[in-house]
């Protein structure tokens, strides 16, 4: 499929699973939460199986665990704040995060609940929203264009949720290399602006 | 409302994005975010990307019976619970810190450590770091110290300088090993900063040199 054809097509997607999430917020419609469940329970099931190939029981139950929150949450789901695949990423990414600690993965006391806050309590101020969704779309075209040794980093970090260490062992790679290579990719996403 | 002019690198910020920071240091980033605008609009972008990679994974198929049970069980899943924390914390306290902070700053149990400082450990992260609250006096200073490891820092209240600059509310540091130095609170109020050590701090003073063995708890 040629790229704008691809790109409308996905955003023809998005409109109709963000008006799936009002009716599942504003009249608990379970036929289009089925709709959210199975557009987005087997993307959340390849993130956790991206952090631990082959844990097939852990990925069925961030998806449960995911799924419910939209279910309970959907009512705070706030589209000028975010769009929905980023609100269901960072409901991904907490899970996880919680999952991982809960499983003493971290034997830590850190609570993570109150570090990462959800997205629908904070955010940009409606002025920035206009440039929203073009900075998306920069970041989507960005992302297909990246070199491989960028992209590569970038899915370590976000997907395997490796810390730069991890990444800079398994890669066999100086620190600074993978430091300096997320922060090559993030200027090219254009989510670097000059301060 | 952006106060800090001091901001983690945006690799550091990325991490926080994608999860993969320790929790230590996603503390520090959580308490730096609530004062400055323009690393919360940074985290959205980066929240996006972090969205865009997920969705090019290739889908991993989910049973019917997941479905079904889930499906099953909306009804009976139990309420979200409510935003307002029932319990009134001083307003100056990041959000982060709730967790270890009761009502405000004068609860905690704060040890002296020296003339000027008082400390608190607040936890230590799974990765051995040390997380805790430095209360420096007004005009105070800590000793000259370098770190084994990196020592992040983000000054809630007051304003510090040291060798290489002022700095106030909202401010995130990070010293790494090779820094030496001496922060000096100012003199109009107390500072009080979130300090995350990776590892024991060195004091580099002669009559400290010899006591660094002794000395576990930094900031003498």
Request: hydrophobic share 35%; proline share 5%; net charge negative.
């Amino acid at each position: 499929m040629p790229l704008m054809a691809n790109t409308t097509a996905k955003s023809d997607k998005l409109a109709h699973l963000s008006a799936c999430i009002v009716r599942v917020a504003e009249n608990r419609d379970k036929a289009a939460f089925a709709e959210l469940f199975d557009h987005y329970a087997p993307l959340i099931r390849a993130y956790s199986l991206a952090r631990e190939p082959g844990a097939d029981l852990v990925a069925d139950d961030l998806v449960q665990e995911v799924l419910a929150r939209v279910w309970l949450k959907a009512a705070k789901y706030n589209a000028r704040l975010a769009n929905l695949n980023t609100w269901i990423f960072t409901l991904a990414r907490n899970c996880r995060i919680d999952y991982l600690r809960r499983n003493s993965r971290y034997a830590t006391e850190i609570d993570p609940t109150d570090i990462f806050n959800e997205i629908e309590d904070e955010g940009p101020g409606p002025f920035q929203m206009v440039q929203q969704s073009r900075v998306q779309q920069n970041i989507r075209v960005g992302l297909e264009q990246l070199p491989k040794e960028q992209s590569e980093i970038l899915t370590k970090v976000y997907l395997e949720g490796k810390s730069h260490q991890q990444t800079s062992e398994e890669l066999k790679l100086p620190l600074g290399t993978v430091k300096s290579r997320v922060r090559l990719a993030l200027k090219k996403l254009e989510v670097l602006v000059p301060r | 409302m952006d106060k800090s002019n001091n901001h983690p690198y945006e690799e550091l910020l990325a991490a926080y994005s994608a999860g993969s920071l320790p929790l230590s240091q996603a503390l520090c980033i959580s308490a730096h975010l609530e004062h400055c605008q323009s690393c919360g609009q940074k985290l959205q972008q980066l929240n996006h990307v972090g969205s865009e990679l997920m969705l090019q994974l290739k889908p991993s198929k989910v049973s019917d019976e997941l479905k079904t049970r889930l499906l099953g069980m909306l009804d009976s899943l139990p309420e979200d619970l409510p935003d307002g924390e029932s319990r009134e914390v001083d307003s100056r306290v990041p959000r982060c810190l709730h967790q270890f902070v009761e009502r405000n700053y004068d609860d905690l149990d704060w040890k002296r450590v020296s003339a000027d400082i008082h400390s608190v450990e607040l936890c230590r992260d799974s990765n051995g770091a040390r997380v805790e609250l430095l209360k420096i006096k007004p005009g105070g200073s800590a000793t000259t110290h370098t770190h084994m490891g990196d020592e992040y820092t983000v000054i809630l209240e007051g304003s510090f300088s040291d060798e290489s600059g002022l700095y106030g509310q909202g401010d995130f540091l990070i010293r790494d090993e090779n820094d030496q130095h001496t922060p000096v609170a100012t003199q109009d109020r107390e500072c009080i900063c979130l300090a995350v050590t990776e590892g024991p701090i060195q004091f580099t003073g002669f009559l400290h040199r010899l006591l660094n063995p002794f000395i576990r708890r930094g900031y003498a």
